[in-house]
């Protein structure tokens, strides 16, 4: 069973960036899909990118494309989430999730979440 520890998120100004870390251990990666979510105050939560571990295979949400970046370190078993741009908009706990099925189908492990916060 993988466990996982997301890290990075902070206080930044608008237009700054942020790298966040997903690292898992109990398991390598190699055969998890891993996605990136956030979940804003009063919203849901909203799924933003996903990787295929094993054959490096990118998805991005609409709202995800153009300023997030998924990347992977198998020989650090992390999977990370770059965020350029940043916006107001974007300040949410950021959570990263493990499943074995595929990037669209239920999420079966998740991280703690990590607080990212824009100010203006």
């Known amino acids: 069973e993988v466990q996982l520890v997301e890290s990075g998120g902070g206080l930044v100004q608008a237009g700054g960036s942020l790298r966040l870390s997903c690292a898992a251990s109990?398991?390598?990666?190699?055969?998890?899909?891993i996605g990136w979510f956030r979940q804003a105050p009063g919203k849901e939560r909203e799924g933003l990118s996903c990787?295929?571990?094993?054959?490096?295979?990118?998805y991005y949400a609409d709202s995800a494309k153009g300023r997030f970046t998924i990347s992977s370190d198998n020989a650090k078993n992390t999977v990370y989430l770059q965020i350029d741009s940043l916006k107001p908009e974007d300040t949410a706990v950021y959570y990263c999730?493990?499943?074995?099925?595929?990037?669209?189908?239920?999420?079966?492990?998740w991280g703690q979440g990590t607080q990212v916060t824009v100010s203006s």
């Open positions: 109990g398991s390598t990666l190699d055969a998890y899909h």
């Open positions: 999730g493990a499943n074995i099925f595929g990037c669209y189908t239920t999420y079966d492990y």
């Open positions: 990787m295929s571990i094993s054959d490096g295979s990118t």
